[in-house]
């Protein structure tokens, strides 16, 4: 028993294991609460005890009286442990009985069981629950701590081994060693389950627990050798039945059942080694016999082997060798088998016995594994030397066989390439043939004249063999002969063909030559002269666009120079169709095939006829066009001059109008008035010379009409014209409207005439380009001559006044109202700085507070949110340039 696996508990005996018997820990206590189960305790310990100690032809009544003196006690342990032990103290004392029973707890503990609190004296006095410890300690150790199933023993190796067996019950469901047996099924499951004969299982019910226990315990009793140990009606009536009592039970059925097993094993060993016995003894007599007949079979086959006497004829040998053969093929392989076989039953048969230790096996007389193998020599021997004299026999009469047959072969193979080979040479294929084709032809029968020679030697070998054959009287020589004669004269016949195809095709080669050069010939000369036609007409219908007399005249010079080519290219046009008409005739005389066309060109004769006389009809087509052409240049010239002579008047005339009036307003003669009355009359003439330019736009669209897109007889266009009149127009309107300015400028600022010729002289004096404009720099040095004295801000401050939109000019106009404004206007600007400088304190600058103090709101926040601030030598935190924003002032509110 595991000692690491035994543990102290405080009642009066700890036989088991600490598994076995988790649920009653406590032996006091279960005692205490069910009377039952002692009662059922004491039944079956008693009948446990008989049943081993009827052994020994003794038995107990009374558990608690029987064992006191402790000899029975002893008698117990011997027979359960077939061991002895120490001599029994036979006096009746007490302390004989107390040695006595000593000896048997001993005994129980050298067994690995170690016995708490069960002492000698308990028992010797009859102590009930000390005995049935002692009893249940001795049932653990020696009927159920030994059972092993599969990995798990003692208790729950007796569970597995109830739930394996009762598996295939499914009414049977084995979980403890109490309840689960309650309705007897258990019992009998395991009783049919090893002998099936001894209780009808169908006929039980579950409901009907005293007649399945009762069954089960007669059967045990009456069968198996196993003392009724539990009471039915006790088990029916306990809640939960003892189960130590069960389990005590049980065990005595695994014991029955696994003992019957034991003894199967033993039947099992002795049937074996008679079964090796008897099988040694069949593998002997089988090597007896298969020895013999094998060694009979090689006495009857050596003599046939032995024979020597040849047959006269091939069939009869060949028919000796078929015997032969079948004999290697069929008859020798079984026995090389049987031989085989013979040798592995004998070394099969000697291991047997050596492992079985028994002794070694020796064939009878002459049966040995020698002997058989020395016979099997003979055969073989006898074998080799048959097969070489049946060889040579055949292969002297295969000699001559061979030679015919290598004729036949020889003339066949040379039969089978002849066949056709007179058709092929007989073909006109070369008449239909292209040159390229005949070239190839050519190739492919001189290919064929080198195969032609090449069998010129299968054809002499096949007249020797002949030959040969005759010379050796073969039987069938006539039919040899007849066939080499065939051959030979085939052969000549071929070489014949061969020669005469040779000329056909070179002949026909020349002829194609001739014909292939001259397409050549009409190809090379057929395409330029193609082209020239092609060109030609290209030319001939070549719409040109001309603008002069000139180049309508070269046009015609070409023309006519082309025309003067045509009887030399006519010329050429015959020589290319003599050639056409050459081939013909070749083709005529000499019957070739045509194959095909030219292979050089697609261009052919009735193309170039075609050709030639879309030329002839083109050229008078051309020489129509180039007269028409001509007239309809002489017109255009017509047209050009008369536009030009109108042109060149009209163009001077705006011109000199131009500059006219531009003198009137810059040179200022007499009073304004006096230019207003001028200009008037200068605009009614300009009114009265519109008709001419009426009239050159009609000559301008005939110009357009006709296409003409230039003309060298005036430097003035149309565009020009347009130009210059309306800018004639503008001009003299708005010199007018200029003047009606100035009128209106003098008499608003009440400028003198004696004033404004100042200015305008002034003016003049500084439009240095003479445009009647000054430029900026023309401007600033006009202002500086006057007295000016200003920087760059100053100067553009002035120039945006003058020049509003930029174009960085200064129109007369804008320089009279700048001049009056100044002379005007100087006191008030500089007014309002003194004004300002008032408020200031004589500073020059100003403070927003200042401002906010002497100003109405609104106007003080203008004022302060316009100003930039001071930047002279003497500026405070906060200071305010009221001179620059004077200034703006005036210059923002002209703007």
């Known amino acids: 028993m595991d000692h690491h696996n035994q543990h102290h508990h405080h009642h009066q005996y700890d036989g088991e294991e600490n598994d076995y018997m988790q649920q009653e820990d406590d032996w006091d206590r279960d005692m205490l609460l069910d009377p039952a189960w002692e009662k059922q305790q004491r039944k079956t310990f008693t009948a446990w005890c008989n049943s081993h100690l009827r052994k020994a032809g003794t038995q107990i009544e009374n558990i608690e009286e029987d064992f006191r003196d402790g000899l029975k006690l002893m008698l117990l342990l011997e027979v359960i442990s077939g061991e002895r032990l120490a001599k029994p103290e036979r006096g009746k004392m007490r302390v004989h009985k107390i040695s006595n029973v000593n000896k048997a707890l001993n005994f129980i503990a050298s067994k690995g069981v170690k016995l708490v609190s069960i002492g000698a004296e308990e028992i010797v006095d009859g102590n009930a629950k000390m005995t049935l410890g002692m009893i249940w300690t001795i049932i653990l150790r ?132 008679l079964a090796v016995n008897q099988e040694n003894e069949q593998l002997m007599e089988d090597y007896e016999k298969l020895a013999s007949d094998l060694l009979e079979w090689i006495r009857r086959t050596i003599p046939w082997l032995e024979n020597r006497v040849p047959e006269s004829t091939m069939a009869a040998m060949q028919q000796k060798l078929e015997d032969f053969r079948d004999y290697r093929r069929q008859h020798k392989p079984p026995k090389v088998q049987e031989k085989c076989q013979l040798e592995i039953n004998f070394n099969t048969l000697q291991t047997k016995l050596r492992l079985s230790n028994r002794p070694a096996f020796m064939p009878s007389e002459g049966k040995m594994v020698s002997d058989i193998a020395n016979a099997w020599g003979g055969l073989e021997g006898a074998e080799k030397g048959y097969e070489e004299w049946l060889l040579n026999e055949i292969r002297r009469l295969e000699r001559l066989d061979h030679l015919a047959e290598k004729f036949r072969q020889k003339a066949a193979i040379h039969e089978a390439w002849t066949e056709g080979k007179e058709a092929m040479l007989n073909q006109k294929d070369y ?71 040779s000329e056909a095709l070179q002949r026909t080669e020349k002829l194609l030559e001739t014909i292939d050069q001259l397409y050549l010939e009409f190809a090379k000369r057929a395409a330029p002269f193609n082209n020239w036609m092609e060109g030609a007409m290209e030319d001939l219908q070549d719409t040109f666009i001309v603008h002069t007399i000139e180049e309508i005249q070269g046009l015609s010079t070409a023309h006519e120079q082309f025309k003067a080519t045509l009887p030399e290219a006519d010329k050429e ?110 605009e009614k003439s300009i009114v009265n010379y519109k008709p001419k330019i009426d009239q050159l736009e009609g000559d301008h669209q005939q110009i357009q009409e006709a296409l003409i897109f230039d003309n060298k007889h005036t430097n003035y266009t149309m565009e020009h014209i347009r130009v210059g009149w309306e800018q004639l127009l503008t001009t003299i309107a708005r010199t007018i409207n200029e003047i009606e300015n100035q009128i209106l400028t003098r008499d608003a600022k009440g400028i003198s005439q004696e004033q404004l010729s100042e200015f305008r002289a002034s003016f003049n004096h500084f439009d240095r380009k003479r445009t009647g404009l000054m430029d900026g720099e023309d401007f600033r040095t006009c202002l500086i001559s006057m007295g000016y004295n200003m920087g760059e801000a100053e100067f553009a401050r002035i120039m945006s006044i003058v020049d509003p939109n930029r174009l960085g000019v200064v129109t007369f106009q804008a320089f009279i109202d700048f001049m009056s404004r100044e002379t005007a206007d100087t006191d008030t600007a500089d007014q309002v700085m003194a004004s300002f400088k008032v408020l200031a304190g004589d500073k020059n600058y100003i403070l927003a507070e200042e401002l906010r103090r002497e100003l109405p709101p609104d106007q003080a926040e203008y004022c302060i949110n316009r100003m930039s601030p001071y930047t002279g030598p003497d500026a405070v935190p906060g200071a305010l340039d009221y001179m620059s924003f004077s200034t703006a002032l005036y210059g923002e509110s002209d703007l």
């Open 573 to 682: 046009r015959q020589a290319i169709l003599g050639i056409h008409n050459e081939i013909a005739k070749i083709v005529q005389t000499y019957h070739v095939n045509m194959a095909g066309t030219n292979p050089y060109t697609t261009i052919n004769p009735t193309e170039i006829n075609a050709k030639w006389d879309k030329v002839r009809q083109l050229v008078p087509q051309r020489d129509q066009a180039l007269i028409e052409e001509h007239a309809r240049q002489q017109n255009n010239e017509r047209l050009r001059r008369q536009f030009a002579n109108q042109a060149n008047v009209i163009g001077p005339w705006i011109q000199t109008k131009m500059e006219e009036i531009g003198r009137i307003s810059i040179e200022m003669h007499g009073t304004l008035e006096d230019q207003l009355t001028h200009l008037r009359q200068y």
């Open 431 to 501: 008449e239909t043939a292209s040159l390229s084709e005949i070239k190839a032809l050519l190739k492919k029968h001189e290919a064929f004249e080198s195969d032609l020679a090449a069998h010129q030697d299968r054809v002499e070998q096949i007249a020797a063999i002949a030959q040969e054959l005759n010379e050796l009287e073969y039987y069938d020589s006539p039919s040899v002969n007849a066939r080499c004669q065939k051959i030979c004269d085939q052969w000549d016949a071929l070489g014949a063909l061969t020669q005469k195809r």
């Open 142 to 273: 020696f009927a159920i701590q030994d059972i092993s199933v599969e990995e798990t023993s003692a208790k729950e190796g007796l569970l597995l081994w109830c739930q394996r067996k009762t598996a295939p019950y499914k009414n049977v469901n084995i979980q403890n060693f109490h309840i689960s047996w309650k309705d007897g099924l258990g019992f009998c499951a395991l009783i049919h389950r090893h002998r099936p004969e001894l209780i009808d299982y169908g006929k039980l019910r579950k409901d009907d627990p005293m007649t399945n226990l009762n069954t089960a315990f007669d059967v045990a009793e009456k069968y198996l050798d196993i003392p009724k140990m539990l009471d039915a009606e006790d088990i029916v009536s306990t809640l939960r039945p003892d189960e130590k009592a069960v389990m005590t039970y049980v065990s005595c059925y695994y014991h029955a059942f696994s003992g019957k097993q034991k003894a199967e094993t033993a039947a099992n060993r002795i049937c074996k080694v």
